[in-house]
């Protein structure tokens, strides 16, 4: 096993599993946690899962996009870094692998 | 033609990420002929009503109920489960307690959920 | 005899909701009643014609033509298939009352029928 | 009001919404809850809210032939009536009002 | 330059995936990588045509036409075509490298591509 | 052409009323002539391998998976939350401890959810 990986988990429905499974993810790699269309709204600060993921060692983004859609900027945490649409691909790239959920 | 029907329609899905919201409003306006629908927000599909929401599919359905005089009903404690409150709302809308929320619906003879 | 009013939103195959309303429209027409259809959304493609029998799955076209022939009324969203591109190939008149419909068709539903279903 | 009607929740979804609707729903109606398609895993044994609704004054229906398709049987509550694909028409017009979930 | 592999189930309009795939797809094509995209299960009604432009809504057809022009790869399940009866309604090689396929071409776009994402 | 990579199929919901996990095992079928796919179930999708559940459309791909010695694992936590035990399932999948289906997620390059 390679040791401090990138890993993105990369949330695009409305299943809070992916988020779970990356509360439990050891923390030897370098975890992400993107969220994407209905997945932002697990990024509001009444969600417990997503709080406990910020508590931790680990980044958690949104798309921006999809939150502005969704009119939710004022009613998530500020620790949760918004990713402009286009820079999605990035993020995407730079880590070595992808938990899509 | 029988007895006045009830009709409910039950938003439960948030604005965007589906159409399901957008098209309940759509089915609210079109019953809307016939029947005085009762249009109830419930769970994710309150957030379809947040100030903030991009309404450009569906502003022209709640203004169109707002003028015929149609409720739009919230269910508090969808609100109280996301944290929201009553002033992260547009005006449009009747924040209402779960109870007479129920209420409405157990009076409904129809309920069409989105 | 009664009138049974069925409403829904999901296309063909992913989801079980098209496989669902054949059968409950199938039971009621066997009992005597009448049944009127409403597609909306992704369900105006269970409509579609050329759906391939394949084994092991049940064809969604087929099921539909069977309630048409014993009678079921079916009206689908003009708006929905418009936007889709599948407006052409929906099944045509001659397989029994199935036409383009626009929303108020559903509150007319609702107004002549005795129960309304919806099969999410 | 009229006192004593009758009410079925057709319950299609995979939303336990209806469920929870059930149980709050006022004593001086009948009300019946009837699973169907993927509802019918509310049945399992293990699901709070419907047993909640058995110890209630309330019935609970699942469409057999779904409980069947599912491999179900031995996993669902003795209290649940199965009610035949053909006769959930019948369930339909005995009931005054139909909340569709 | 990279290759970036998409993948997705939804049909247009009822879910955001397709628009979500449209967007991240020009985004990547834009910055220069290389992107192929494969059509699952109701996914490939994404690729209708004649999907009538509607003011207010992303017309996925269009956005779809768009990123073929700049480059992306699409493939489309063939037996979900062919259930669902659309095999003859999708956009044509014309408009790009879009065709049918079979399940083994996503696993041939896996080992092709440097990194895959599910847009559910 | 790259490196090897670890391809995860991930069932998450239920066997009938959607077609996902069906697809779901076609897809570890289909990729299996290139990699060597694992098959997990997790949540609803641990429904699917009931010994009673109707697999008309998908035993083939099950069998086909089991001929060629590729692996199916149950993830243990979502059968407790069930109330579902190991004899309840089809002797072709292996039940694993929750630790053990998040180790072998963590692992994985591509992770394909259905």
């Not at chain 3, 394949?54 to 087929?62: K, T, W």
């Not at chain 3, 007319?108 to 099969?119: N, Q």
Request: charged share 25%; proline share 2%.
């Amino acid at each position: 096993m390679k040791v401090g990986k990138k890993v993105l988990y990369f949330i695009t429905s409305e299943d809070i599993t992916g988020v779970e499974l990356a509360i439990e993810h050891s923390d030897e790699d370098e975890v992400t946690i993107l969220l994407l269309q209905n997945a932002v709204y697990f990024a509001n600060k009444s969600n417990k899962a997503v709080s406990q993921v910020l508590n931790q060692n680990k980044t958690v983004a949104a798309c921006k996009e999809h939150i502005d859609t969704r009119g939710l900027s004022n009613f998530i945490s500020d620790k949760i870094k918004l990713v402009a649409s286009v820079d999605v691909v990035d993020l995407i790239f730079e880590n070595d692998t992808i938990i899509n959920m | 033609m029988t007895e006045e029907k009830n009709i409910v329609i039950l938003l439960r899905q948030p604005p965007h990420g589906t159409l399901y919201p957008v098209e309940g409003l759509r089915m609210s306006v079109a019953v809307s002929a016939d029947f005085d629908p009762i249009t109830i927000a419930i769970n994710d599909g309150v957030y379809a009503f947040l100030k903030n929401v991009d309404k450009t599919m569906y502003s022209m359905h709640i203004d169109f109920l707002k003028d015929i005089d149609l409720d739009i009903f919230i269910d508090e404690k969808s609100l109280i489960e996301r944290a929201l409150t009553k002033n992260d709302l547009i005006e449009q809308v009747e924040v209402k307690e779960h109870a007479e929320i129920l209420k409405i619906i157990e009076n409904s003879t129809v309920t069409i959920p989105f | 005899m009664a009138r049974l009013g069925i409403l829904f939103f999901n296309g063909p195959y992913q989801a079980q909701a098209s496989e669902t309303v054949i059968k409950l429209a199938e039971a009621a027409l066997d009992k005597g009643h009448e049944v009127r259809i409403f597609c909306y959304m992704d369900a105006v493609n269970a409509l579609l014609e050329n759906q391939k029998q394949i084994e092991g799955i049940f064809n969604i076209e087929e099921g539909f033509r069977e309630i048409l022939n014993k009678g079921a009324t079916i009206r689908l969203c003009n708006l929905c298939l418009l936007v889709r591109g599948t407006m052409k190939n929906c099944l045509k008149k001659e397989c029994g009352d199935v036409k383009r419909a626009g929303t108020p068709d559903l509150a007319k539903i609702i107004e002549e029928t005795d129960r309304l279903v919806v099969i999410c």
